[in-house]
């Protein structure tokens, strides 16, 4: 059995499909975790997110900041953006049973390899969480997306403030914090003031801000922690990091990790893409 870890796919189900073809992967011997964002700037979210719901078990999902997107658009609560390629998936038949699907995925998973943590999530970590916590605040999230009171939240959930963790925090401000750091976070100071802005590379951080990864004495540095999100951060494999998103909708690769017994082995595969869109 093999464990794939795959960065950002956006939309772009060719360049999975040419990708799970690469791997031999068998949903009988195989598992599979996607990092998020699945959907949106590609050419054709709709067979994406067939395509993984057809991998049943074998795959699980995160839900990145283009998924909780779609949710939004789907329920009235945010415009369809100038660059998004929702309008098909919005459009087809099965769009009900793909958004169900869809809000089922999680927001952080765990696995124990070698003795060792693997924190797989979308975006980044609070420096005061620990995997433990990091854990608890998805399943927070999760419960309320899986919820009758999924359409509230995402009128609730759109904004940049609070801007920092706080124990105390209760109701629409803590799950706000909770789904920024998890799907958007890039940048943070050492206290976890959460940036926005910036969407460059780690070189582009305003003075006081530092790449979420790199913040000292945060709370997850002896896991390894598995993402997508930052395309111009590219990919990077060091022993407590593992970035995923290397632009394969801009004309990068869709890349693929796979796990081995340890999380020191590690095997990077990636597939060349042609650009659905244009940076900028």
Same mark, same amino acid.
Request: glycine share 10%; aromatic share 6%.
């Given at each position: 059995?093999?464990?794939?870890?795959?960065?950002?796919?956006?939309?772009?189900?060719?360049?999975?499909?040419?990708?799970?073809?690469?791997?031999?992967?068998?949903?009988?011997?195989?598992?599979?975790?996607?990092?998020?964002?699945?959907?949106?700037?590609?050419?054709?979210?709709?067979?994406?997110?067939?395509?993984?719901?057809?991998?049943?078990?074998?795959?699980?999902?995160?839900?990145?900041?283009?998924?909780?997107?779609?949710?939004?658009?789907?329920?009235?609560?945010?415009?369809?953006?100038? !660059? *998004?390629?929702?309008?098909?998936?919005?459009?087809?038949?099965?769009?009900?049973?793909?958004?169900?699907?869809?809000?089922?995925?999680?927001? %952080?998973?765990?696995? =124990?390899?070698?003795? !060792?943590?693997?924190?797989?999530?979308?975006?980044?970590?609070?420096?005061? +969480?620990?995997?433990?916590?990091?854990?608890?605040?998805?399943? #927070?999230?999760?419960?309320?997306? =899986?919820?009758?009171?999924?359409?509230?939240?995402?009128?609730?959930?759109?904004?940049?403030? @609070? *801007?920092?963790?706080?124990?105390?925090?209760?109701?629409? %401000?803590?799950?706000?914090?909770?789904?920024?750091?998890?799907? !958007?976070? !890039?940048?943070?100071?050492?206290?976890?003031?959460?940036?926005?802005?910036?969407?460059? *590379? %780690?070189?582009?951080? @305003?003075?006081?801000?530092? &790449? +979420?990864?790199?913040? &000292?004495?945060?709370?997850?540095?002896?896991? $390894?922690? %598995?993402?997508?999100? +930052?395309?111009?951060?590219?990919?990077?494999?060091? @022993?407590?990091?593992?970035?995923? *998103?290397?632009?394969?909708? +801009?004309?990068?690769?869709?890349?693929?990790?796979?796990?081995?017994? $340890?999380?020191? #082995?590690?095997?990077?595969? #990636?597939?060349?893409? #042609?650009?659905?869109?244009? @940076?900028?």
């Amino acid at each position: 059995m093999a464990l794939y870890l795959i960065g950002d796919v956006q939309g772009c189900d060719a360049a999975l499909g040419r990708m799970l073809h690469m791997l031999d992967f068998s949903p009988s011997r195989d598992q599979l975790v996607l990092l998020g964002d699945l959907v949106n700037r590609g050419p054709d979210s709709a067979a994406v997110l067939r395509r993984v719901h057809a991998l049943g078990g074998a795959a699980q999902s995160l839900l990145g900041n283009h998924d909780l997107h779609l949710l939004g658009v789907a329920h009235g609560v945010r415009k369809p953006g100038r !660059r *998004d390629t929702l309008a098909g998936l919005l459009a087809a038949p099965d769009r009900e049973a793909l958004l169900d699907w869809l809000r089922q995925q999680s927001m %952080a998973l765990h696995r =124990r390899i070698g003795g !060792r943590d693997l924190l797989m999530l979308h975006a980044g970590v609070l420096p005061q +969480w620990d995997v433990a916590q990091t854990l608890a605040c998805a399943a #927070e999230l999760e419960a309320v997306l =899986r919820s009758p009171q999924l359409g509230e939240f995402l009128h609730q959930m759109y904004g940049n403030e @609070p *801007d920092r963790w706080d124990d105390g925090l209760r109701g629409s %401000a803590r799950l706000r914090v909770i789904v920024n750091a998890l799907t !958007r976070l !890039r940048l943070c100071t050492a206290e976890g003031v959460m940036e926005f802005d910036t969407k460059d *590379d %780690a070189a582009s951080a @305003p003075a006081g801000f530092m &790449p +979420w990864f790199d913040v &000292p004495g945060r709370r997850t540095a002896d896991a $390894t922690i %598995a993402f997508g999100h +930052w395309s111009t951060l590219g990919y990077v494999s060091r @022993p407590d990091l593992l970035a995923t *998103d290397t632009g394969c909708v +801009w004309g990068g690769c869709l890349t693929a990790v796979r796990i081995g017994s $340890t999380l020191d #082995e590690r095997e990077r595969i #990636e597939v060349h893409c #042609e650009a659905a869109q244009q @940076p900028g």
